[in-house]
């Protein structure tokens, strides 16, 4: 008998059907044998869910595909949320922040009633604050719950450093740190391609160190740019969720730069933010510490701190909702 192994999107816009989308794709490597859609706007939901299905037989994936109800979240795996308003044109990811907390607290609300026990994987924004609401709500032990972080600004940086360095972006090992929007930051300490530092290979080509400061902007701003041309970003996250629930449902380990929580790591306490840590079954397993430099380890400060006051304005917010 082959196990169940069941992913529940709650939100069916662009995001999270892109990653419905890239799972499908993916057929059986992606881990799901069955994906429930769930949508305050039930007739999307079921539409979505009935274009899939039609897709199943040119597909290698042999999963279940269907619409539902919060009930549907008792024995799943994984549940997925990536419902809420979406970011505007000129418009911050924080700005977003107190009407996604409250849809955030009525969604965590009605799945852990149902009786679900598995691992909670945010990407609604600002996603580090979001992760914090649906943690705070659930009661759930921290490393069940997870967000999806800076995964999406650090596979920017490292499709960005590759067609810079004429390498292949698989071998690049580079991360985004800090807050998923303006405060982000890169240890470029840490900044590898293959075995060897960036910084020595740029020293080596007689290339200006400055570029690597250049690629950074271009990633941090890479959001207002495709929303100010297309309205939205949702292919790139989509399979960077994708990636997360197959890393989870797999049980691979693989080092992720997801919001994970911060428990005395880096100096900091009782907030998510995005750094690498190890992903498997049970959630973040732990948290890949680096040692920051003095300059980034108060850009972390900064992002910690950028967070805290927001998360402070969010919980006055919820408790009058």
């Not at 619409?67 to 990811?93: F, H, M, S």
Request: hydrophobic fraction near 40%; include cysteine.
């Amino acid at each position: 008998m082959i196990e169940k192994r069941k992913v529940v999107l709650v939100g069916t816009g662009f995001v999270g059907m892109s990653m419905a989308y890239s799972i499908l794709n993916q057929g059986n490597a992606s881990g799901v044998n069955e994906l429930v859609l769930i949508d305050v706007l039930k007739d999307k939901a079921i539409g979505e869910a009935m274009d899939l299905c039609h897709g199943l037989p040119c597909s290698s994936s042999h999963m279940e595909i269907k619409a539902g109800e919060y009930d549907e979240c008792k024995d799943a795996d994984i549940v997925v949320i990536t419902a809420g308003l979406n970011q505007k044109p000129g418009q911050t990811r924080l700005e977003l922040s107190t009407a996604n907390a409250k849809i955030m607290k009525d969604i965590t609300k009605q799945v852990v009633e149902s009786g679900f026990n598995g691992i909670f994987l945010i990407a609604s924004n600002p996603v580090d604050l979001m992760t914090k609401v649906v943690q705070e709500v659930s009661g759930f032990e921290p490393s069940r719950v997870i967000g999806s972080g800076t995964a999406l600004d650090t596979a920017r940086l490292r499709y960005l450093v590759g067609e810079y360095l004429n390498v292949s972006n698989k071998n690049v090992h580079a991360y985004i740190m800090g807050e998923h929007g303006d405060s982000s930051f890169v240890p470029w300490e840490h900044a590898y391609v293959g075995c060897k530092k960036i910084s020595d290979i740029l020293l080596d080509a007689h290339k200006d160190l400055k570029d690597l400061d250049k690629i950074y902007v271009e990633v941090r701003d890479a959001a207002y740019e495709i929303i100010n041309r297309k309205k939205a970003t949702y292919y790139g996250i989509g399979l960077g969720l994708t990636k997360i629930v197959k890393t989870i449902l797999n049980n691979t380990n693989e080092i992720l730069t997801v919001s994970a929580y911060l428990n005395n790591q880096y100096g900091q306490n009782d907030i998510y933010i995005g750094v690498p840590a190890i992903i498997n079954s049970e959630g973040a397993r732990e948290l890949l510490e680096l040692k920051l430099s003095d300059e980034n380890q108060a850009k972390l400060d900064n992002s910690c701190k950028i967070l805290r006051e927001n998360m402070n304005n969010i919980r006055e917010a919820l408790k009058e909702n």
